[in-house]
């Protein structure tokens, strides 16, 4: 049984470049969550998606867009990329919104470095 | 403004000893916590939870205890073992009024444990 798959492990982009980070949920999830955790913080919550819609947002920016494509992966882009944008981007899926007792299963994570 | 709080940023136990992490939190809408446990290079993994509507919870050698009064709440592992070294993160949940809106954790900075041999 496969977990939460996210792609790619690293990568590194300049400022102002425009990355996208992919993410499969666990088998049998539909929803898909993501999550920016910076250095020595915990994770934070940017959007989170379900029937292909984004249901509520965190507090970023516009710069970060999503997608949730009919087979429930999820693509996270971001766009004109600032050196704080430097973190761990983690992908959560469930089944529904909130899941079996609230749990998110996460990824291993998308190590994204601006420079 | 940070909603859930986790003090400690590091914490060492002897192994075999008991390992206690807190929590506290400010939002008095949560009505949800968790704790996840993390490994370097892996994702967050769901280690316990409780609802708002109990004060204590327990899973094998793990037990969440929430106080309400005073929005803290404590996850403890008896005993503690060399495996359980990881950095703790606290998260709590706030249910949407209705059938429809969104679900998020909001996370604290975590604590991490260092279980000595």
């Known amino acids: 049984d496969a977990g939460v798959t996210q792609s790619p492990t690293h990568l590194i982009k300049t400022r102002g470049q425009q990355v996208t980070l992919r993410c499969s949920p666990k088998?049998?999830?539909?929803?898909v969550s993501w999550y920016q955790q910076a250095l020595g913080q915990g994770p934070q919550f940017i959007f989170q998606?379900?029937?292909?819609?984004?249901?509520q947002r965190g507090n970023f920016p516009d710069r970060f867009s999503g997608h949730q494509f009919p087979n429930y992966s999820s693509e996270l882009n971001v766009n004109a990329l600032l050196l704080g944008d430097s973190a761990l981007y983690l992908c959560?899926?469930?089944?529904?919104?909130?899941?079996?007792?609230?749990?998110?299963?996460f990824g291993e994570g998308s190590r994204l470095t601006v420079l | 403004d940070q909603q859930v709080k986790q003090n400690s940023p590091s914490l060492s136990v002897q192994e075999g000893r008991i390992s206690i992490l807190n929590c506290d939190y400010t939002?008095?809408?949560?009505?949800?916590f968790l704790w996840y446990k993390k490994y370097p290079a892996e994702g967050p993994t769901f280690l316990i939870s409780i609802s708002s509507i109990k004060d204590k919870n327990e899973d094998g050698r793990f037990t969440v205890f929430l106080n309400k009064s005073a929005k803290h709440l404590s996850l403890h592992i008896v005993p503690s073992q060399p495996g359980d070294s990881a950095v703790y993160f606290c998260?709590?949940?706030?249910?949407?009024?209705?059938?429809?809106?969104?679900?998020?954790?909001?996370f604290g900075k975590g604590t991490k444990l260092s279980v000595i041999p």
């Open positions: 088998s049998g999830h539909d929803t």
């Open positions: 998260a709590a949940s706030q249910t949407p009024h209705s059938g429809a809106g969104s679900y998020q954790l909001t």
């Open positions: 959560a899926s469930s089944l529904g919104m909130r899941g079996l007792d609230g749990e998110l299963f």
């Open positions: 998606y379900y029937e292909e819609e984004e249901r």
């Open positions: 939002n008095s809408m949560f009505d949800y």
